[in-house]
């Protein structure tokens, strides 16, 4: 059985703001709820400020044989988890789509903010640092990648006949724009096409995940 945490709407609207308070195109915050190509920078970078020395620590650029086990293991550990069961399985039906779509962002956003006030130095790392191959940074990139892409095939698997995409027209308007960023980057190994993708991807996951919790798909 896929791992998920207690999928509570008041857990992910923290992560959601701990993710989007950090985010910033030079001196303008990018807002999750603006469209997306209004606030992409055009070189693809993002600032983030208020980064705290004290998160470095944990948030290790180097292989596994070079770094000494932290705290945050256990928290990767279940991220690359669930990505693994979550690439095991389809869906039965298109409700079971729309709610592992959900559960999954649910946990992306809960790793990614699991420092609340810190969170900031984890994501200027997790976005722009070189990250040499098999490092926690690479490791984490890569189950983002594939659990943002498999968010993506999973949602456009239902049927255009299906009533949940009249119903839930803007789920599905958010998955479409999601797309192209798949088509242009593929996981390859690069900090500036990496960040180039997830300054596009970010705001509309968070955004998707907020649609997909108000139509119903967050509560068990």
């Given amino acids: 059985m896929l791992h998920v945490a207690s999928r509570s709407a008041r ?6 703001a701990t993710l989007a308070r950090h985010v910033f195109t ?12 209004k606030v992409l920078p055009r070189d693809g970078r993002l600032c983030l400020r208020g980064n705290s020395p004290r998160c470095y620590p944990s948030y290790s650029t180097l292989s596994q044989e070079e770094k ?4 945050d293991d256990r928290a990767f550990a279940i991220l690359e988890g669930v990505t693994e069961q979550a690439l095991s399985r389809r869906p039965a039906d298109d409700v079971s789509c729309l709610r592992l779509s959900y559960s999954l ?8 903010a699991r420092h609340d006030d810190d969170s900031a130095a984890y994501l200027s ?17 890569k189950s983002v990648f594939k659990l943002t892409k498999f968010i993506v095939d999973n949602l ?7 009533p949940h995409r009249v119903a839930h027209s803007g789920v599905f308007d958010l998955v479409s724009a999601l797309e192209p960023s798949f088509m242009v980057y593929d996981g390859e190994d690069d900090a500036r096409e990496w960040t180039r993708f997830w300054s596009r991807v970010q705001p509309i996951i968070l955004e998707l995940a907020v649609q ?9």
């Fill in 11 to 16: 857990r992910l609207q923290q992560s959601r």
């Fill in 156 to 162: 456009t698997s239902v049927p255009l006949s299906s």
């Fill in 26 to 37: 030079g001196s303008a915050t990018v807002s999750t709820l603006r469209p997306l190509m």
């Fill in 105 to 112: 962002i649910y946990e992306m956003t809960r790793y990614l």
């Fill in 125 to 141: 790392v997790f976005m722009n640092s070189e990250a040499p191959p098999g490092s926690d940074i690479d490791r984490a990139r």
């Fill in 68 to 71: 000494v086990q932290t705290d």
């Fill in 212 to 220: 997909l919790d108000q139509a119903g798909f967050g509560a068990e």
